[in-house]
């Protein structure tokens, strides 16, 4: 009981000594709560205005032609057909990935700062955007800051229609790249099934040739948009109304609590190091 009661009384006495300390130190605490309020308010109200949005773009997921990727592999994954039985989700991912890297690209960086009807180099467009992928949704979120409402909002709509266009001409030509080997080909088999130098076992092999890259042509003749279509735009970009680091209530009084606590510390930082200071003395 009279342990307790001495343990009461020293709490009672570090309290009045914390209550001593601050009314010596309180000229100490209002200047230099002072300052930081002063400093802080100016930050708040000087900074550059950051303006953000976003935009998401859907990928409409794989395709599966077992004839395209053994005849044509490397044009075959570039238009995300691949053979069936392989991993959709890990051929996705990859793909969602490749996408990602194509917005970094300098030739693609390149058109976007010719598109658009100001100023920015390079280093700077690189900064202002960020590529996020939702693997789950087969989503790619693009988010952009600058310091102009109007031009965050143009870098993004840039990007992604820059991006869409890019994406449907190159895969179309692959198409057509490929449609037009497949024409050759068909055109050297035929030529070669009209010698009488070529065996029976080898006609029939020239035939189930010409008969698979048939059906390959058939299939991309047919599902041409598909196939160069298969990222589309699921959420155009918006025109920020406000700054997204204007948040001044919020921001004042986090500078007041920092006020606060710093006049706090320098108040009794002294103490916190002045016992230690006298054993060594002793």
């Known amino acids: 009981m009279e342990k307790n009661k001495k343990s009461e009384f020293r709490d009672i006495l570090k309290l009045k000594d914390l209550v001593s300390i601050f009314k010596k130190r309180k000229w100490l605490f209002v ?34 032609d077992e004839n395209l990727y053994k005849y044509f592999p490397e044009e075959a994954q570039t ?7 392989m991993e959709a989700g890990e051929l996705e991912s990859s793909i969602l990935s490749e996408i990602s890297k194509d917005f970094r690209e ?48 143009q870098i993004n709509k840039t990007l992604i229609d820059t991006y869409i266009s890019i994406n449907e001409d190159y895969k179309s030509g692959i198409i057509e790249s490929v449609i037009s080997s497949i024409d050759i080909e068909i055109e050297n088999i035929e030529s070669q099934l009209k010698g009488t130098a070529v065996s029976e076992d080898e006609q029939n092999v020239m035939t189930l040739i010409m008969a698979d890259l048939g ?7 047919n599902n041409k948009d598909i196939f160069s279509e298969n990222v589309e735009i699921l959420r ?11 948040d001044y209530l919020k921001n004042m009084i986090l500078v007041i609590l920092a006020a606060i606590a710093v006049g706090i510390i320098a108040v009794f930082l002294p ?8 054993k060594d003395n002793d």
């Open 31 to 64: 200047g230099i709560a002072l300052v930081v309020f002063i400093i802080g308010t100016l930050f708040t109200f000087i900074k550059i205005p950051a303006y953000k949005t976003f935009s998401e773009l859907k990928f409409n997921g794989i395709y599966y």
């Open 79 to 85: 238009l995300g057909i691949f053979a069936p039985g």
């Open 106 to 153: 300098q030739s693609f960086l390149e058109e976007i700062i010719k598109n658009l009807d100001f100023d920015i180099n390079k280093e700077d467009l690189n900064e202002v955007f960020g590529i996020f992928i939702d693997g789950g949704n087969s989503v790619i979120r693009i988010e952009t800051t600058y310091s102009d409402a109007r031009g965050v909002y």
């Open 215 to 221: 059906m390959i042509k058939y299939n991309l003749e």
């Open 236 to 246: 155009e970009p918006f025109v920020p109304t406000e700054a997204a680091n204007t």
């Open 271 to 278: 103490n916190i190091f002045s016992p230690v200071g006298k």
